[in-house]
């Protein structure tokens, strides 16, 4: 079955930091990538997503490329800031499966929680 | 504005008892979901329905039961409360053939 593993958390950084959350994915077909932002009291929302390899989903300054080869999806921001601190899933799509029918799925990692201090 | 709303925030309930969490969503989607989720775990889905009256189980469906009779309410039903249904519960909705999902604020639920 589909899988998602993210870097063991929690993490800790200063602002203006780089960051990187590792993603990596076991799945079959082709599946999408998402990366979804959880902030203290609310629910998710999608942060950025790759429908096919190769692609690179961007938002808010942050990034990632989704590889095929290494089977990965890592997350990247260049300079973080205190207004990032919040936990970052990773989460794979079910593919469509032999009868074309896909309902849209989500596989997700366990949760990365990022502290950013100023 | 893409909208999902879930009709508590806090819950608290006592073991054995019949719990209810509605999720309504205004944006015509097909598919709406329930996750459980837990520290160190991340998401579970826990049913899934993609039309109204129609469900499917996810990958922890036990001792939860779903309702959909109309096409913006998914309802989660916990039939009697133990302690290990504790958690934040999340519901959420999407598209068909579109795999972003939308999500609620989510319920926390304490059964003593």
């Known amino acids: 079955g589909n899988s998602v593993t993210q870097m063991e958390g929690p993490v800790t950084l200063s602002e203006e930091a780089f960051l990187t959350i590792n993603c990596t994915y076991t799945?079959?077909?082709?599946?999408?990538l998402f990366w979804y932002v959880q902030y203290p009291g609310e629910g998710l929302q999608l942060l950025l997503k790759?429908?096919?390899?190769?692609d690179k989903g961007s938002n808010k300054g942050f990034e990632a490329t989704y590889r095929k080869e290494t089977t990965s999806f890592h997350l990247e921001k260049g300079s973080v800031q205190v207004s990032d601190s919040a936990v970052y899933f990773c989460?794979?799509?079910?593919?469509?499966?032999?009868?074309?029918?896909?309902?849209?799925?989500?596989?997700f990692g366990q949760g990365t929680i990022l502290t950013v201090h100023p | 504005d893409v909208k999902v709303t879930q009709s508590s925030r806090y819950l608290v309930k006592r073991t054995g008892e019949k719990v209810f969490l509605e999720c309504v969503q205004d944006?015509?989607?097909?598919?709406m979901f329930w996750y459980r989720q837990d520290p160190g775990l991340g998401l579970r889905l826990i049913y899934f329905?993609?039309?109204?009256?129609?469900?499917e189980k996810g990958d922890i469906p036990e001792g939860y039961s779903v309702s959909r009779e109309k096409k913006e309410r998914f309802s989660l039903i916990l039939e009697s409360a133990s302690t290990n249904q504790t958690s934040m519960y999340l519901c959420?909705?999407?598209?068909?053939?579109?795999?972003?999902?939308?999500f609620g604020p989510g319920t926390r639920l304490t059964v003593t």
């Open positions: 959420a909705s999407s598209a068909p053939r579109v795999h972003e999902q939308y």
């Open positions: 799945a079959t077909g082709y599946p999408s």
């Open positions: 790759a429908t096919k390899a190769d």
């Open positions: 989460a794979l799509s079910d593919g469509a499966n032999a009868g074309g029918t896909s309902y849209g799925k989500l596989t």
């Open positions: 944006m015509d989607h097909e598919n």
């Open positions: 329905s993609y039309d109204v009256k129609m469900k």
